[in-house]
């Protein structure tokens, strides 16, 4: 199978995808044939060695932590799944076309593969974050760099519970925090006075989940240095203040049960901001150290180029763009372009719905990028059961190695992924 590993700690090109054997599910365990995989800040710090004392690795080793997918294999004792089921959940190496997880809980049928990907370790984080900061319904929580996949976790999980939270995120993450029910600030200097204007009856309790320098201020909002909890800080305990970092597989379970829960009842939802091709997972990581990511970033791992564009349908009203993202074989670009250009032609004149495209190849000829805009998602969706464009994309993933189709609504931004 194709794994994502690294031979030697450093950058994001000590990562390459790999042959490797398959793994399988031991006792307790279930393997998953992997529909994506959630990047989250401990894979690359694991990649670049910071993390060599606490977590000792032979090398090479594969990377990942969460995945969702299809259960393939169920090991011994297990009996809450079977062969079949789609799950999301945790374990080891999850950068791969299959991976053995030890906490799983069902996927509901309307979460889909990538977004469900990205929940495992955010959920499980702030679940537990919430609960050892010791914060109440009806208490004031101040949460600082809110809008990663950990602190939307947060946010969500704390109104379910009725807790009020003030949370921090640059400017153009302040729609994002009031939609999850907080009340925006930002993080530059002058926090505390900020926050007390935002919060006449006091601060009970704060989380630090950007790990940026605010212990001290968290200190100062809460009056009580235990009521303040890092988990990216690890000098918080010299003022006083808690980490957390430890978690059990029994915890990871009823975690994920209750997201599983709490997205069906409307309650949970935490956006994936960028898809990125296997290949790509350096990119990926790049992107998640930089500390600005608004929900998760997940990996794709390749479907059947067909089956791709059919999944990421959504049905909804909006005029929208596609990003496909193809990842090739430098000598198979020329090919690959010229297919699709053919097919665009073809499509604008055949297909209803079809509005333009264009298409970008990365320097080193690895990465075509095609945007291409739909009067709507039923355009898209009707598109989607035409023969004509089903064998188009499948002579586009006969050329292609992976293929990642994103889809944005027209008006949100539109990030190059090249950029
Ligand atoms: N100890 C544990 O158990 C545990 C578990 C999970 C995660 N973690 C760690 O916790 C951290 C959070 O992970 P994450 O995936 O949720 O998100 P992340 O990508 O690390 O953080 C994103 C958030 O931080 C904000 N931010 C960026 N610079 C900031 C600054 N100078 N001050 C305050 N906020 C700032 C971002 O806002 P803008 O984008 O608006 O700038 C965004 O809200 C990571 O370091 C991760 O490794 C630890």
């Known amino acids: 199978m194709k794994a994502v590993q690294f031979n030697e700690y450093g950058g994001p090109e000590v990562l390459r995808v790999v042959e490797v054997d398959e793994p399988h599910a031991g006792p307790g365990q279930v393997r998953i044939a992997v529909r994506a995989a959630g990047v989250n800040g401990i894979d690359w710090k694991i990649r670049a060695g910071h993390l060599r004392q606490m977590i000792p690795l032979s090398l090479p080793a594969g990377i990942g932590m969460d995945a969702s997918g299809v259960v393939d294999e169920v090991g011994a004792g297990v009996d809450d799944v079977a062969v079949g089921d789609a799950v999301f959940g945790a374990g080891a190496a999850t950068y791969a076309e299959f991976a053995v997880l030890s906490a799983w809980a069902k996927k509901p049928a309307a979460l889909g593969f990538e977004e469900a990907a990205g929940y495992p370790i955010p959920v499980e984080t702030a679940a537990r974050i919430l609960r050892q900061v010791g914060v109440l319904p009806g208490e004031t929580l101040v949460v600082s760099g809110a809008s990663g996949g950990v602190g939307s976790a947060v946010l969500q999980l704390a109104r379910a519970q009725g807790i009020t939270v003030i949370a921090t995120a640059s400017a153009r993450n302040h729609a994002y925090l009031r939609s999850l029910g907080a009340i925006p600030t930002t993080y530059e200097a002058g926090l505390v006075a900020r926050v007390r204007a935002l919060a006449p009856r006091g601060i009970d309790a704060a989380l630090d989940l950007a790990g940026s320098g605010v212990i001290a201020d968290l200190i100062e909002l809460t009056g009580k240095p235990a009521k303040v909890l890092s988990i990216a ?45 296997l290949a790509a997972a350096g990119e990926a990581q790049v992107a998640s150290a930089a500390g600005h990511v608004r929900g998760r970033l997940v990996i794709r791992v390749a479907a059947p180029a067909s089956e791709a564009r059919t999944t990421t349908l959504d049905p909804g009203a909006g005029y929208v763009t596609i990003i496909n993202t193809y990842v090739v074989a430098p000598e198979r670009a020329e090919a690959l372009l010229e297919m699709l250009v053919r097919a665009t032609e073809e499509t604008l004149r055949q297909v209803p719905g079809f509005v333009s495209a264009n298409f970008h190849l990365n320097l080193d000829r690895t990465r075509l990028v095609n945007y291409a805009q739909w009067q709507s998602r ?32 027209l008006r949100s931004s539109v990030r190059a992924p090249d950029a």
């Open 233 to 277: 800080d690890f000098t918080a305990p010299a003022q006083g203040a808690q980490v957390s970092a430890q978690t059990t597989d029994a915890d990871r379970r009823v975690a994920l049960a209750a997201a599983a829960r709490l997205f069906t009842e409307g309650a949970l939802r935490i956006p994936v901001e960028w898809t990125y091709a």
């Open 378 to 409: 039923e355009a898209i969706a009707a598109a989607g059961t035409d023969p004509r464009v089903a064998a188009r994309i499948r002579e586009a993933g006969e050329i292609a190695d992976s293929f990642t189709p994103v889809l944005y609504e």
